[in-house]
């Protein structure tokens, strides 16, 4: 019987992978000569996360990493002032933990590239271990971005997209530098089961396509087909310690479900057991019966799975929910899995982006 489930709690995990947390070793600071013993080991474990506000699975990501003394985490949001936030209870777990702001705005290629640029440049993050890309919106009113693109799918899929791409190199030097290897975790959601990713129109330009649902699930479904791209192509590069994953965290009530909860009570009970039904067969009450809220500390679980455990590598699958890797497609649509609609996914994000990434 395995060891996780919906239960599990992030801070457990971090405890239990502690080694990949703390202590890995960098080749290039080994000393060269065999007459010159190794000296202590030296830590070097960095972490990037995207989304990092109070409040969210994204700082109690990184509150938990903090308990295990990463190296540094790496705190990309639009908002100073939450980032900081955040930072402050991070010093709380553990005051040796280095910290580091950087501000981007997913929802702007200029801001997007900026921040990349500055992560490239900056000589006090050699490498990138982990990067997870956990911020989003979910079920805004329609809106198009200042570049042109939908807004859920800019914060979830395309600012990440071009992150990613344009920081990999540091993430390829996580995984030569050292024997752990290194992770791409971009954060999901089980409401991809709602919409595939609309190849045709993307950005709802049809009259009365858009409903707020239909947007998340297609920014959730190009998350995962991106996982997918990602590792055929890091595979065929030959750089097999790299590997993505998306992750559905499970429900947890943080900001996320803010815009849906402007709705009128009458209007969101229709909604939401509409979403329901498509995404998990079962009316609200039913879905909540089953699968109660989770706290935070078992909402950031998974992600911790995904991000530390080095056996995940020895199973099949891209998608994790409830702590596990599954290739079930009850659970994980084909449409987000698929080789080819990856393929098409990633040449769809190159032309909105407007750049060709050679990975
Ligand atoms: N909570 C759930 O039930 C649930 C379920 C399934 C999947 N997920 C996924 O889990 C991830 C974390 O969600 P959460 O529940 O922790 O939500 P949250 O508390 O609302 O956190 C989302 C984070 O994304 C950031 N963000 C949003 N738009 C951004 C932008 N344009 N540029 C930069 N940052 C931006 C937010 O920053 P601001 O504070 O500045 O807005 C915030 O830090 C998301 O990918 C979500 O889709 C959550």
């Known amino acids: 019987m395995s060891t996780y489930s919906r239960e599990t709690e992030g801070l457990a995990l971090v405890h239990k992978f502690a080694d990949q947390v703390k202590g890995r070793t960098c080749k290039a600071h080994l000393p060269t000569s065999p ?9 070097i474990y960095l972490v990037l996360l995207t989304g990092p506000s109070p409040g969210g699975i ?3 990501t990184l509150i938990s990493l903090a308990a295990e003394s990463p190296a540094q985490l790496i705190l990309v949001g639009r908002s100073r002032e939450k980032a900081q936030a955040t930072i402050d209870a991070i010093k709380v777990v553990n005051a040796s933990v280095a910290t580091k702001f950087i501000e981007a705005d ?27 890309n956990n911020a989003a919106v979910m079920a805004t009113p329609f809106e198009l ?36 290897g290194a992770r791409l975790v971009l954060l999901t959601s089980s409401g991809h089961r709602y919409s595939g990713v609309r190849f045709s129109d993307p950005n709802f330009a049809e009259p009365g396509s858009y409903t707020p649902y239909d947007a998340y699930g297609q920014a959730k479904s190009a998350v995962i087909l991106y996982a997918v791209a990602l590792n055929r192509r890091l595979a065929l590069r030959g750089a097999r310690g790299v590997r993505a994953y998306a992750v559905h965290p499970g429900s947890v009530q943080t900001n996320l479900q803010s815009h849906v909860m402007k709705l009128a009570p009458e209007e969101l009970a229709t909604m939401m057991d509409e979403v329901s039904m498509r995404v998990m067969g079962m009316p609200l009450a039913e879905t909540r019966r089953q699968s109660p809220w989770l706290t935070l500390q078992q909402g950031c679980a998974t992600t911790l799975r995904a991000a530390l455990d080095p056996d995940l590598v020895k199973q099949e699958g891209v998608y994790l929910q409830d702590c596990e890797l599954t290739t079930d497609t009850k659970l994980v649509k084909e449409w987000a ?8 996914l990633w040449t769809l994000s190159e032309e909105l982006v407007g750049e060709k990434f050679d990975i």
């Open 106 to 132: 997913l929802t702007s290629l200029a801001s997007v590239r900026k921040a990349a640029q500055s992560i490239l440049a900056d000589p006090e993050i050699p490498r990138i271990d982990v990067v997870i």
């Open 337 to 344: 899995t698929d080789p080819e609609l990856a393929e098409k």
């Open 58 to 60: 994204g700082a109690e």
């Open 145 to 180: 971005t200042p570049d042109g693109i939908e807004l859920q799918l800019a914060a979830s899929h395309l600012g990440h997209f071009l992150l990613t791409n344009m920081i990999l190199p540091k993430v390829l030097a996580a995984a030569a530098a050292g024997p752990g």
């Open 35 to 43: 007459n010159i013993l190794p000296r202590l080991p030296i830590l």
